[in-house]
């Protein structure tokens, strides 16, 4: 790597504090929310959301069919497939409610986690509409209690019932947690009543891009490569399972680790892949890929002619920043302006680089570990010492350890 006189580039741009970064999680979850139909042939268990509140569910497969209900949320239903292929461009779908649904209609939601650990953990066999009439019978919320309370096995039960307001040590405590709601101000009867449903929905309505578990992070390389191929053979067949969010979470977890080894080959597998992809902010997330490989290439050029270009999307609100939203799909602005200065320190492009460092600064949200180290070498190679020792004796007093070493270094 080309180095300056005063240039310390480590091989990553450092964040700034890294309590701002969500923890690695062992499972990734995903819930990007495209909010576009689906193209693919549904088969048996295929998961669909609507596109928005209020899509009609009909008797039969056909506009002028009965509306039977309208979908609350996108967040408060899923739509399981109950048969292979369409209907007159309908598919039949089974109504799953989720929590959210339960919310926006007054109704406990607790309700319907009891109704799968009785399910699950305890064989009962009914359908949810029975599990009702079962559960408004006293008697039987008794016999259910003191099988979740006496069973020594079910620690989710005192778990998630530890609080001092909902104390299950006694049968009250259990109703008023796991059952009760306001039946005068909800609308349980749409809930009720429809929970379990076979009915038909066109499929312009539909997404089939729903929250699921995706792949464990920590993987290696020939792991998140072989998902890759799985995932471009299902968009081939048109299988409901693909989500290109599925695709490129794969593609930037294997690109990531190719680059460490082979930048120019992970440039290379950048290209090929990206004909897969079709979603505007995936091509930048592609893009942001293809910059940091640059910079592991020493290509410092293409590195800053990316990440300008990243920084222009962000500025016109066409991408949204990572450090703010800790939404996986979106894109790490901090990382893209550290990369595109230390590339402009790189090709002796001071103004340029004095200018993204002071804009850096100046937002929490775009600052990256070497920040200030970055800003103060600027400062040394433009000619103004007594600035950057000014900047590197502030950030002594705060305790920064780099400051120290430049200070020793530069400014005595």
């Known amino acids: ?61 056909e506009f002028t069919s009965k509306i039977v209900m309208r979908t609350p949320s996108a967040d408060g239903i899923w739509l399981k497939s109950a048969q292979n292929g369409y209907s007159n461009d309908f598919a039949k779908v089974k109504v799953w409610f989720i929590g959210d649904a339960y919310k926006e209609n ?11 650990y009785l399910k699950n953990d305890y064989g009962y066999k009914f359908n949810f509409q029975d599990y009702v009439i079962f559960i ?31 104390d299950v ?9 796991w059952i009760y709601f306001d039946k005068e101000k909800s609308n349980y009867k749409y809930i009720f009543e429809n929970e379990g449903k076979e ?66 080959k992970a440039i290379q597998e950048i290209n090929t892949l990206s ?56 894109i790490d ?9 230390s590339s402009l320190i790189e090709e002796n492009r001071l103004d340029g680089a004095y200018d993204l460092s002071l804009k850096s600064l100046g937002n929490q949200n775009l600052q990256f570990g070497q920040n200030i180290e970055f800003h103060s070498i600027i400062l040394l190679q433009m000619n103004k010492k007594s600035e950057a020792c000014e900047l590197l004796n502030k950030e002594y007093l705060n305790g920064n350890e780099k400051a120290r070493e430049l200070i020793n270094k530069y400014c005595k």
């Not at 007054?106 to 799968?116: A, E, K, M, P, Q």
């Not at 602005?333 to 200065?341: A, K």
Request: net charge negative; hydrophobic share 35%.
């Open 136 to 166: 408004s019978d006293n008697k039987n919320l008794e016999n259910i209690y003191n099988t979740l309370i006496n069973d020594e096995n079910n620690d989710w039960f005192k778990d998630w019932s530890s609080s001092k307001e909902y």
């Open 199 to 264: 009915l038909y929905v066109n499929k312009n309505d539909l997404t089939n891009d729903v929250p699921g578990v995706l792949y464990a992070n920590g993987q290696d390389i020939e792991f998140y490569h072989e998902k890759i191929n799985e995932l471009i053979d299902l968009n081939r067949n048109r299988k409901c399972e693909y989500l290109e969010s599925k695709l490129i979470f794969c593609i930037e977890r294997y690109i990531s680790l190719l680059s460490d080894d082979n930048a120019f």
């Open 106 to 116: 007054g109704v406990n939601s607790n309700i319907l986690y009891l109704y799968s």
């Open 275 to 330: 004909e897969y992809i079709n979603d505007d902010k995936n091509k930048k997330k592609l893009g942001y890929l293809k910059m940091i490989a640059s910079y592991k290439d020493e290509n410092f050029i293409a590195s800053i002619k990316i990440g300008k270009d990243l920084i222009s999307s962000y500025d016109k609100k066409l991408i949204n920043n990572y450090q703010a939203t800790f939404s996986r799909e979106d």
């Open 169 to 177: 040590t006694t049968f009250d405590g259990f109703f008023n947690y």
């Open 333 to 341: 602005m901090s990382e893209v302006y550290g990369y595109v200065i």
């Open 1 to 61: 790597m080309r180095t300056g006189t005063y240039i310390l580039l480590l091989p990553a741009i450092q964040k700034t504090n890294t309590l701002r970064k969500l923890n690695i999680l062992l499972i990734a979850l995903i819930s990007l929310q495209m909010n576009s139909q689906i193209i693919c042939i549904p088969t048996i268990g295929d998961g669909f959301k609507p596109i928005t509140k209020g899509i009609a569910l009909r008797e039969s497969p």
